[in-house]
């Protein structure tokens, strides 16, 4: 029974966190399928870097005591590599040239998705292999980590299609979260108190910096006009153009 509980917990922090970034999206709406396809790639990156680990990481070295620390820490840096690059590329290469993908905001929305849609299976499947301890530590301390990474570096990719900013900014950001993650993992794995100390503040430091982004990501689209706060470019109720900055909406007729 508590296993399904915790289950539903999961899914309660993905509900409450896609209803958190919609109801702060103040630009243009995002169309529903988008945000479909966004979640849905991030479960696909989950069942390919399964098969990816799978191929090319020996289960020992993903143990404790089983190899050398350096090893152990290598092995979980290509975990990394592999999670992080299945959460991103695929909806960038899917997302990037997308009208909708057009604020700044948006960055962190669809990639926090596909962070989301690869991280549900991956505890559920955690919870019911390893029981209802392993479910409630992971849904303490990164319920919403694969979000957290991905969306960092989703912050980075609009800022290249919308301020034009080099392509090395999304590498080097991609490169971070790849690090941040193998540390996460070896710090958590060897059980070493001061690592384990550094793997908490790793998570929540990474989960924190996901909301300030969002809402730095969200006075920059107000600061460009592309919010409908600030220079009111869209309708606040509908969602819908207002180029003329009138009081009321054209298409739905509320206060813009």
């Known amino acids: 029974m508590l296993i399904y509980l915790i289950i539903a917990a999961f899914v309660a922090i993905i509900v409450m966190l896609t209803w958190f970034f919609l109801k702060n999206d103040h630009g243009d709406k995002e169309p529903v399928s988008a945000l479909w396809i966004a979640g849905l790639l991030g479960v696909l990156g989950f069942v390919a870097a399964g098969f990816l680990e799978t191929w090319f990481i020996p289960l020992k070295s993903l143990t404790p005591g089983s190899s050398s620390y350096k090893?152990?820490?290598?092995?979980?840096?290509?975990?990394?590599?592999?999670?992080?690059?299945?959460?991103?590329?695929?909806?960038?290469?899917?997302?990037?040239?997308?009208?909708?993908?057009?604020?700044?905001?948006?960055?962190?929305?669809?990639?926090?998705?596909?962070?989301?849609?690869?991280?549900?299976?991956?505890?559920?499947?955690?919870?019911?292999?390893?029981?209802?301890?392993?479910?409630?530590?992971?849904?303490?301390?990164?319920?919403?980590f694969h979000a957290a990474t991905v969306g960092l570096v989703g912050y980075f990719l609009i800022k290249v299609k919308i301020d034009h900013k080099g392509w090395w900014t999304v590498l080097l950001a991609l490169m971070s979260a790849i690090l941040l993650h193998g540390l996460y993992d070896f710090s958590l794995t060897t059980g070493i108190i001061l690592l384990v100390v550094l793997a908490l503040g790793i998570t929540f430091t990474v989960s924190a910096m996901l909301f300030v982004l969002f809402f730095r990501a969200g006075e920059i689209d107000r600061e460009q006009g592309l919010s409908v706060v600030g220079k009111n470019d869209f309708c606040r109720s509908c969602g819908a153009p207002n180029p003329d900055h009138d009081i009321h909406c054209e298409k739905c007729g509320k206060i813009a």
């Open 71 to 144: 090893s152990a820490f290598l092995a979980f840096l290509l975990v990394g590599l592999i999670e992080e690059s299945c959460k991103f590329i695929p909806l960038a290469i899917f997302i990037f040239k997308r009208s909708y993908f057009n604020e700044h905001t948006d960055g962190i929305i669809y990639f926090a998705l596909a962070g989301l849609g690869f991280g549900i299976p991956e505890n559920i499947f955690y919870t019911i292999q390893y029981g209802s301890n392993a479910g409630a530590l992971r849904l303490v301390i990164t319920p919403i």
